[in-house]
């Protein structure tokens, strides 16, 4: 308790008392019934709202009741939206209220919406596994909005964005009031209409939450469950979700979002299409790739056998050059001729490696015949056996006395050591 | 109206006709064929891409025709 000396002014009193009152309440909504309704020239609207046990004073500012569309009556059972407030030079308390809708309406109205769920529940209408997938590539679009409203400018301007090359069919539909349920449905009806269509947008823009009773209602709801392609609702509202929205393939909070739910990135598909354009390119060449590879195995290995072939002919001439030189020239002739004559049916590759082998058969040849004896004999020399054929190489091989035979390039002489 | 394939049929195709080349056990002419198919497509797509015309048409009823709709072009 306070002293005399720290008495309060009245005024401090009121300022406190306001303060307090309007920091500790947010915004709540009251039930209850208008009473001593009275509008003031100015605008503003007071009343008062009370129930069987208590009641409260209440303002609407001239700003609000402009906008307001429920009608502040005398008697009538509302919800008032507001925030209780001190009005200082009396101390008085206040409520401000800011929006008001009947109760009778929002009571019939909620239980109405539960009721159409639970009907499209029990018809499987909002079994998740019903959800569509998007096309993944549009070209052709359907928006079910009002023509008069920002939707399709809003979705036009995403699509010039992300993907350019849409085609945008917009069907005509009241989005609020008492026609846009009969107008909503009629427009998913025409979506069977219309030809090579691959998704549809329904929506509005944002708006009061009355607004939405379009996208609560029954008949709306089933034809977005019965519609031929994939609903996309954009309700455009945050924080309530529509039986629309439950019952639509895929929510999108605002137009906006919808059409980029629905349309992919151009940039990203045309690196796609690149990527794609690289692997056919790539396949195409590692196949014609891997089918030469097995060409040249192929090849390769009926030329090594060939090879070998001529290997062993190679090796049979030489070893008949080696052991009948006097017959050289016939031996290496005709297998050489036969090897050639075989070498021009070859494919050009055998054929080249036949030409070397010719060539070094040639060569071998040329050689083989520059070291036989007759060559050796062709250049001046003689060799001297004795009677038994031994080749006579010293001098202490000639015996006085003895014979020996004499051979040169075209034949043979009698010879005979004399006596030094 | 639109009945020739759209960008997705496109693209769709061309992954399976990469996947085909990829698996290599075609016939060569067979392989040629797709490859070539793949090549037009190819081109289609990039042209579709390159299309930069957003086009907004409105849908009328046309009650006297019964369930008949026209195309009328909106302004966006």
Request: aromatic residues 4%; glycine residues 6%; neutral net charge.
């Amino acid at each position: 308790m306070s002293g005399l000396d720290d008495a309060w002014s009245v005024s401090r009193l009121a300022r406190t008392l306001k303060d307090r009152v309007e920091s500790e309440f947010p915004a709540t909504w009251v039930k209850g019934e208008l009473v001593g309704v009275k509008r003031y020239p100015s605008g503003h609207v007071y009343f008062g709202l009370r129930d069987d046990l208590a009641k409260i004073d209440c303002t609407i500012w001239r700003s609000v009741a402009a906008r307001l569309k429920t009608p502040i009556e005398e008697g009538a059972e509302v919800f008032a939206l507001g925030t209780p407030s001190v009005w200082e030079e009396r101390s008085a308390l206040r409520f401000n209220v800011v929006q008001v809708l009947p109760a009778s309406a929002v009571g019939a109205s909620a239980q109405n919406v539960e009721r159409i769920k639970q009907s499209l529940l029990a018809d499987g209408l909002l079994d998740p596994g019903r959800k569509r997938p998007l096309p993944e590539y549009p070209s052709r679009i359907a928006v079910i909005t009002s023509v008069a409203g920002a939707v399709v400018r809003d979705i036009i301007t995403v699509a010039r964005r992300r993907w350019p090359a849409i085609e945008l069919l917009v069907i005509n539909a009241a989005v609020q009031g008492d026609n846009a349920p009969g107008e909503l449905v009629a427009a998913l009806e025409t979506l069977a209409l219309l030809d090579g269509i691959e998704l549809c947008i329904i929506g509005r823009g944002g708006g009061a939450k009355e607004d939405l009773a379009a996208f609560n209602d029954e008949a709306v709801c089933r034809a977005i469950a019965a519609a031929p392609v994939p609903v996309i609702s954009a309700v455009g509202h945050e924080v309530d979700v529509t039986l629309a929205d439950l019952v639509a393939d895929l929510r999108a909070a605002t137009p906006s979002q919808a059409a980029e739910f629905a349309l992919p990135e151009r940039a990203e598909v045309a690196r796609q299409v690149t990527m794609l354009d690289t692997r056919i390119q790539a396949a195409l060449h590692a196949s014609l790739t891997r089918r030469s590879e097995r060409l040249e195995r192929t090849r390769d290995r009926m030329a090594s056998a060939l090879l070998q072939r001529l290997r062993t002919a190679e090796r049979r001439v030489l070893a008949a050059a080696g052991s009948l030189p006097a017959s050289l020239e016939r031996h290496v002739r005709r297998p050489r001729e036969r090897l050639a004559a075989l070498g021009a049916r070859l494919e050009p590759a055998v054929t080249r490696r036949l030409i070397r082998l010719t060539a070094t058969l040639d060569r071998d040849a040329a050689k083989l015949h520059a070291l036989s004896p007759l060559a050796v004999l062709g250049r001046g020399y003689a060799v001297a056996t004795d009677e038994q054929g031994h080749v006579l190489r010293r001098t202490a091989d000639f015996k006085t006395g003895a014979s020996f035979t004499l051979r040169v390039s075209d034949g043979t002489i009698p010879a005979r050591r004399e006596a030094t | 109206m639109t009945t020739e394939p759209t960008l997705g049929d496109d693209l769709k195709r061309l992954e399976e006709i990469v996947r085909r080349l990829e698996a290599d056990d075609l016939p060569i002419e067979e392989a040629l064929r797709i490859f070539e198919e793949g090549v037009g497509r190819l081109r289609t797509a990039k042209t579709r891409l390159a299309d930069a015309e957003t086009r907004v048409q409105q849908v009328l009823r046309d009650t006297a025709e019964g369930d008949g709709v026209r195309l009328e072009p909106l302004d966006g």
